[in-house]
């Protein structure tokens, strides 16, 4: 049951932490959870307890960041299944109450695929989460990665990017004077929204979309600002000089965008006006993001019923077939 008269609550990034898969991070990857450490790893009673308070009926759950797009091409496979094979363990052990989004194997796109239909078709998984960099240098747009979205077209589910940290040069360039006091202007304050920013525009000037025409991407935290800065994009990237494309139109219709860790009325009604209201979609980014503000805030929010429940449950329902 929801606090929303009786309506269901689908949160769709929400995070869990593998021991086998995060032994693997090291460096600025390696500073595991902080202050949420303790809640990211409960994928049992404790986590069911606070949806239930909460009023979430529902998490898709997704392994934190970096995930898997940190491991080699060797190696990554194999963990990656390990992994799936354990997140749909974690599912089953509450039924309707937890999905799962697929780990991939990005260093390896061979595998990745076979690992993304494995996933989907054997386990349940509802799409595939991808985080930042491969390898922490390459943007998932290079051609070498599109196999693993045919297979997405294919299996007619999305995939979700998540940020990772920055590349390092721009760590060092951009950001590095001021993260040793403010650690968050690495990632939610800025680096994360820097970086999975410019991942989406490069998949829109890549081309991939009109190879894959029925692809469909999810980004969270209300799109990591291209909705805000669609228009300028839009208008910026066609005026004389540039080869032209339709940024505006490709964005809306291949993107959808999630509220996790984003509860700003006038944010969400702008995105609402951007990218259309079936583009929309619940999550909360939780543990990083307590549970307990994002359906009140949905309570309250000044939206007519049919707009709350497409967001809440409607759209997830229909995007990732629940």
């Known amino acids: 049951m929801s606090i929303l008269d009786g309506q269901r609550v689908i949160a769709i990034e929400e995070h869990y932490y593998d ?26 009673e404790g986590r069911i307890k606070s949806m239930d308070e909460c009023g979430i009926d529902v ?37 309707g109450r937890l999905e799962g989004f697929a780990n991939l194997p990005t260093a390896n796109p061979g ?20 985080h930042g960099l491969t390898g922490g240098e ?15 077209e294919q299996l007619d589910v999305p995939i979700y990017l998540h940020p990772g940290i920055p590349h390092q040069a721009v760590i060092d360039v951009y950001l590095k004077d001021y993260i040793e006091k403010y650690p968050g202007f690495l990632n939610a304050g ?42 300028r994009i839009d208008l910026a990237l066609n005026r004389p000089g540039n080869d032209g494309v339709a940024f505006r139109d490709i964005f809306s219709k291949h993107f959808y965008i999630t509220t996790s860790g984003f509860f700003s009325d006038p944010a969400l009604l702008f995105c609402i006006q951007e990218m259309g209201i079936d583009h929309v979609l619940f999550a909360i980014d939780y543990p990083f993001v307590p549970n307990e503000p994002g359906p009140k805030w949905m309570e309250r929010i000044m939206l007519n019923a049919e707009d709350k429940a497409k967001i809440l449950h409607g759209n997830s329902e229909r995007l990732l077939k629940m």
């Not at 595998?111 to 991808?130: H, P, Q, W």
Request: with cysteine; charged share 20%; glycine share 10%.
């Open 19 to 44: 021991d086998n898969l995060t032994k693997h991070f090291s460096g600025l990857d390696g500073k595991l959870g902080g202050f949420v450490k303790e809640k990211i790893e409960d994928v049992g």
């Open 59 to 95: 998490q898709v759950l997704s392994h934190g960041a970096p995930s898997t797009q940190k491991l080699d091409a060797e190696t990554g496979p194999a963990i990656a299944q390990a992994a799936n094979d354990r997140l749909y363990e974690i599912c089953q052990t509450h039924p």
């Open 111 to 130: 595998a990745s695929v076979d690992e993304l239909e494995r996933a989907v078709t054997k386990l349940g998984m509802k799409g595939a989460m991808i």
């Open 138 to 152: 390459h943007f998932i747009d290079e051609e070498q990665f599109w196999p693993i979205f045919a297979a997405a």
């Open 190 to 231: 800025w680096g994360f929204t820097m970086e999975t920013a410019t991942a989406g525009i490069r998949l829109v000037l890549s081309g991939v979309f009109e190879k894959h025409p029925n692809l469909k991407i999810i980004l969270g935290h209300l799109g990591e600002t291209l909705p805000f800065l669609m228009w």
